[in-house]
């Protein structure tokens, strides 16, 4: 059984800073990649960055240069570093991975394991 849980999340305002933590259990392969990716109410869940287990990282446009993920195979944690952030990112954030690939897509579909979520509000 694998477990997939994020933290970090709150309420702050615009320009501030979060991390999120996505903290890996159970039986998930040694060299896992870390998918995170955000919904806001009556959407869609859409990607917003990754790592694979080679450490390349790839990020949505709109957080480009804001963002920065990166993963601590020691402490079997993901992390989402979120900067200069701005009310649109407001979303509840998800991480996810896969069960078979040391490389995550940016379709949901493609993820095996997704954690419970933690919501992220930013005001102006």
């Known amino acids: 059984q694998v477990q997939l849980e994020e933290s970090g999340g709150g309420s702050v305002q615009a320009g501030g800073s979060l991390r999120l933590s996505c903290k890996a259990s159970g039986s998930l392969r040694s060299n896992y990649c870390i998918g995170w990716f955000r919904q806001r109410p009556g959407l869609p869940r859409d990607w917003v960055a990754l790592?694979?287990?080679?450490?390349?990282?790839k990020y949505t446009s709109s957080v480009q240069g804001r963002f920065t993920v990166s993963l601590d195979y020691a402490r079997n944690t993901g992390y989402l570093q979120m900067n200069s952030l701005k009310p649109e990112d407001t979303a509840e954030y998800f991480c996810?991975?896969?069960?078979?690939?040391?490389?995550?897509?940016?379709?949901?579909?493609?993820?095996?394991?997704w954690g419970q979520g933690t919501q992220v509000t930013v005001s102006s």
């Open positions: 790592i694979d287990s080679d450490g390349e990282e």
């Open positions: 996810g991975s896969r069960r078979d690939s040391g490389v995550c897509r940016i379709g949901r579909s493609s993820y095996d394991y």
